[in-house]
T-cell receptor
Framework: GENVEQHPSTLSVQEGDSAVIKCTYS??????FPWYKQELGKRPQLIID?????GEKKDQRIAVTLNKTAKHFSLHITETQPEDSAVYFC????????????????FGKGTHLIIQP | EAQVTQNPRYLITVTGKKLTVTCSQN?????MSWYRQDPGLGLRQIYY???????DKGDVPEGYKVSRKEKRNFPLILESPSPNQTSLYFC???????????FGPGTRLTVL
């Protein structure tokens, strides 16, 4: 199945600076890459996603880039604010068996983003 | 209001006592999943369902069962819970597996 590696596990940045979180995946057939944000004590919520037919997608201060050749995708947050403090998860779908049918989503282990005032 | 609900939200039980965590969505979604969340391990998929009567194992299915008799409901069953199943459980639903997943509020389970 799919293997998703996420780095770093913890990221501390000064308020106003940028933050970048990177994920790598193993299944070259994966074609959908979402990012979820989970605030303390809350449920995960989608913040942005990208499909394999584009290389970059932006939504205000957040952006996601995809490099299918290298099999990695990254979340970029600019002008960080205190409300950006949370755990961020990347995910990718994959095939359960090589050449087989659809599989579920595999999530990275998460990045705890800390915004320092 | 479009939502995913789970019950109970908190449960403390003992080893071997069968339990069911219910999950229900009102968005007519075909795809539903169960995840467990443990510190340092992120979200791991237990089971998923592509549609009514279609379920399949995720990454960590051992010790769990699911059923999908109706489109809106996807209960998670622990036939004989063990302490290593102590975790935070999330149910999620989406139109397809490649769309936004909407998560329920979570169920915190403790097995003594």
């Amino acid at each position: 199945g799919e293997n998703v590696e996420q780095h770093p596990s913890t990221l501390s940045v000064q308020e106003g600076d940028s933050a970048v979180i990177k994920c790598t995946y193993s299944d070259s057939a994966s074609n959908y890459f979402p990012w979820y944000k989970q605030e303390l004590g809350k449920r995960p919520q989608l913040i942005i996603d990208i499909r394999s037919n584009v290389g970059e997608k932006k939504d205000q201060r957040i952006a996601v880039t995809l490099n299918k050749t290298a099999k990695h995708f990254s979340l970029h947050i600019t002008e960080t604010q205190p409300e950006d403090s949370a755990v961020y998860f990347c995910a990718a779908p994959g095939r359960k068996y090589s050449g087989g049918g659809a599989d579920g989503l595999t999530f990275g282990k998460g990045t705890h983003l800390i915004i320092q005032p | 209001e479009a939502q995913v609900t789970q019950n109970p939200r908190y449960l403390i039980t003992v080893t071997g006592k069968k339990l069911t965590v219910t999950c229900s969505q009102n968005m007519n979604h075909e795809y539903m999943s169960w995840y467990r969340q443990d510190p340092g391990l992120g979200l791991r998929q237990i089971y998923y369902s592509m549609n009514v009567e279609v379920t399949d194992k995720g990454d960590v299915p051992e010790g769990y069962k699911v059923s999908r008799k109706e489109k809106r409901n996807f209960p998670l069953i622990l036939e004989s819970p063990s302490p290593n199943q102590t975790s935070l459980y999330f149910c999620a639903s989406s139109s397809t597996r490649l769309d936004t997943q909407y998560f329920g509020p979570g169920t915190r389970l403790t097995v003594l």
